[in-house]
Every structure is written in structure tokens, then in C-alpha cells.
T-cell receptor, first 118, second 110 residues
Framework: GAVVSQHPSWVICKSGTSVKIECRSLDFQATTMFWYRQFPKQSLMLMATSNEGSKATYEQGVEKDKFLINHASLTLSTLTVTSAHPEDSSFYIC??????????????FGPGTRLTVL | QKEVEQNSGPLSVPEGAIASLNCTYSDRVSQSFFWYRQYSGKSPELIMSIYSNGDKEDGRFTAQLNKASQYVSLLIRDSQPSDSATYLCAVNPWGFKTIFGAGTRLFVKA
């Protein structure tokens, strides 16, 4: 149980284009989903928190107009990197928090999406 | 500033030994504590959750929590080369966002 999928697993795009990454909780309903970014050999960096049906909360320094987050249902959240540039190349990882009272606050991570912007 | 501190390592142990990973946290109201394992190039995987003081064992893993000292640890018995990874300590003060440590790199020598 507690499986989170991400699609695509990797993507290469040209500078200036937009890329959408999907995150799905496959066998549970997620009250909250999180988006992280991780550069090589660095720590996880939380970008934003999204709750179903409401606007995402972005961390300080993260441009909300550049990283668009939509949490359309209890099982799906999307991150769109708009007008991507080479410095946006990174490993993007989503995670989902289970609603179950027995696993409350546990976060389960998707496999990640490696984005390369040329 | 809510913080979770870990020694970055690397922690090197021989195969078959016990690996001891430590973590301290600053927020006294924290109620949920987690250990994640992250292999290079992969996403984190939850390996242990602990909510009350004391020890919690799961196979070769034992999590230890001491809320008074604001300290949580992970012991890995009979360490294997496949345990070589970065271990992330994470702390959640009910309902607030989970705070992750920077991780400790563990290297198990065959």
C-alpha cells in the first residue's frame, strides 16, 4: 500500500517551453501533497504544499507563477514548470500524506522526475 | 526556526556491524518522527515511523525516541552493503509540514 506514482520519470525539453509533471496516490487518498526539488548531492528542498481544492502554499523564494501547482482531486496533483530554463534542471519529487488515522503525517514519495532543460 | 540536525557523514561501518544514525530536533511540540532511506538518484523511501518514547523494532531496524532530549536515532543491525544510502530524519509537529534533516550518508564496507 501507500504507492505514489509520478509521470514522466524523466523529461528533456528546450529552454522556454513548459513541462507538466503528474503525481498520483494510487491506493490512498491524500489530504496533502508536497513538491520537492533536489539538486545533485544536496538536500530535499520543499517547493510547495498543496491541498485538494485549494491554492498551493509556496515556500519562500519559490516563484508561484513559474511553478504552477494544481491539486484537482484527492489522488492527483500536477506541477507545471513554465518557461523552463537550464537552471530549472533538477530532480523533482512529489510526496503525499495519507488521510488514514493510523498513518497520519506519514509522507510517501513518488519515484521522482528528472528534468533536463537544454 | 524549526530544525532537524543530522551528521552528514559519511558514516562507514563494516558489513555485519551495527550502524547508528542520530538526529536532534528543535521543536518540542513535535509528535511524529520518521526515518527515510534515499539511494543515490532515487527518491526517499519511508522505513520507520515512531510516535512515542522508547524503541520500535522492525526487522534489522530499530528506531529510538527520547522526547525529553529531543533526540531520535536509527540502528541498523547486521549492516549490509545494500544498506549504503543516505538516511533522512524527519519530524512533524502534528498538522504542520514535515521538516527533513539534510541526511547522513552511510557506507557499509563488504
Amino acid at each position: 500500500g501507500a504507492v505514489v506514482s509520478q509521470h514522466p520519470s524523466w523529461v528533456i525539453c528546450k529552454s522556454g517551453t513548459s513541462v507538466k509533471i503528474e503525481c498520483r496516490s494510487l491506493d490512498f487518498q491524500a489530504t496533502t501533497m508536497f513538491w520537492y526539488r533536489q539538486f545533485p548531492k544536496q538536500s530535499l528542498m520543499l517547493m510547495a504544499t498543496s491541498n485538494e481544492g485549494s491554492k498551493a502554499t509556496y515556500e519562500q523564494g519559490v516563484e508561484k507563477d513559474k511553478f504552477l501547482i494544481n491539486h484537482a482531486s484527492l489522488t492527483l496533483s500536477t506541477l507545471t514548470v513554465t518557461s523552463a530554463h537550464p537552471e530549472d534542471s533538477s530532480f523533482y519529487i512529489c510526496s503525499a500524506r495519507d488521510r488514514s488515522p493510523t498513518t497520519y503525517n506519514e509522507q510517501f514519495f513518488g519515484p521522482g522526475t528528472r528534468l533536463t532543460v537544454l | 526556526q524549526k530544525e532537524v540536525e543530522q551528521n552528514s557523514g559519511p558514516l562507514s561501518v563494516p558489513e555485519g556491524a551495527i550502524a547508528s544514525l542520530n538526529c536532534t530536533y528543535s521543536d518540542r511540540v513535535s509528535q511524529s518522527f520518521f526515518w527515510y532511506r534515499q539511494y543515490s538518484g532515487k527518491s526517499p523511501e519511508l522505513i520507520m515511523s515512531i510516535y512515542s518514547n522508547g524503541d520500535k523494532e522492525d526487522g534489522r531496524f530499530t528506531a529510538q525516541l527520547n522526547k525529553a532530549s529531543q533526540y531520535v536515532s536509527l540502528l541498523i543491525r547486521d549492516s549490509q552493503p545494500s544498506d549504503s544510502a543516505t538516511y533522512l530524519c524527519a519530524v512533524n509537529p502534528w498538522g504542520f509540514k514535515t521538516i527533513f534533516g539534510a541526511g547522513t550518508r552511510l557506507f557499509v564496507k563488504a
